[in-house]
């Protein structure tokens, strides 16, 4: 009766022991080698059990004269020494996986900021000389302007002094000032294309900056993603601690 008590016993917690072993595979596969590893350490207990069965079986005067009690404790003995074996061999597992995992997420991490780093880095390089380009653009441009208007004026001057000319030649001093005027228009001509060009490459470095705060949000959004895999590594270590204490 004792034996098919404890046979009961071992029966169910056998089954108890598989059911949350396939709880376990569920949640990570790299859990799945401890499962093995459980799995063989049952079928050592199921083999200990045949070797008994064998026994009352084939000797069973040998077994009537241990007393009863003895037998038990025996059972006991290797239940035990087995199932701390188990358990001793699973902690260490866990405890190397956990290790391990740990190392690469922080490595992950550490390329991550690394990178968005560089990025900031390169943004504030590179913004500082073209912010002072730009406005040494612009007040050159507003200087062209002032002088355009200048010129426009002139003009208006001329204009004035041709319907003077119509009436009567205004000297040589008139058109030597129109000759000027024409120069500096060819100049500012010549330096508005320049500008032009200036501007346009502007603009180029100007997608470049959009092109690095992309990358500079896609970094962000990585470092997110790698925080939200930090958090649920870490559930899962709970959850594996959890696993091991009901074991």
């Not at 063989?40 to 005067?61: C, N, P, R, V």
């Not at 004035?160 to 500096?184: D, H, K, Y």
Request: hydrophobic share 35%; glycine share 4%; net charge negative.
């Amino acid at each position: 009766m004792g034996g098919t008590l404890s046979r009961a016993r071992r029966t169910k917690k056998g089954k108890r022991r598989k059911q949350e072993l396939k709880e376990i595979t569920s949640q990570d596969v790299t859990v799945k080698i401890l499962l093995e590893k459980l799995q063989e350490q049952q079928q050592d207990l199921k083999f200990l059990h045949d070797i008994l069965s064998a026994a009352s079986s084939t000797q069973t005067e040998m077994v009537i004269q241990v007393p009863q009690n003895e037998l038990l404790q025996l059972v006991q003995v290797l239940t035990e020494k087995v199932k701390s074996n188990t358990e001793d061999e699973f902690e260490g597992r866990i405890r190397i996986l956990t290790e391990e995992h740990q190392v690469k997420m922080e490595e992950v991490q550490r390329k991550h900021e690394e990178e968005m780093k560089s990025v900031m880095e390169t943004l504030q390089g590179e913004d500082a000389p073209h912010q002072g380009e730009a406005e040494e653009i612009l007040a050159q441009f507003q200087a062209f302007r002032k002088l355009q208007r200048r010129v426009e004026e002139s003009t208006m001057k001329r204009d004035l002094q041709v319907n003077i000319q119509a009436q009567g030649s205004p000297g040589a001093f008139w058109e030597q000032e129109l000759e000027s005027l024409l120069i500096v228009i060819e100049m500012k001509n010549e330096l508005f294309r320049e500008q032009s060009k200036r501007l346009i490459q502007m603009e180029h470095l100007m997608e470049r900056n959009r092109s690095l705060e992309d990358r500079l949000s896609r970094v962000l959004q990585q470092n997110e993603d790698l925080l939200a895999r930090m958090e649920k590594s870490q559930t899962l270590n709970k959850w594996l601690s959890r696993g091991r204490g009901s074991l």
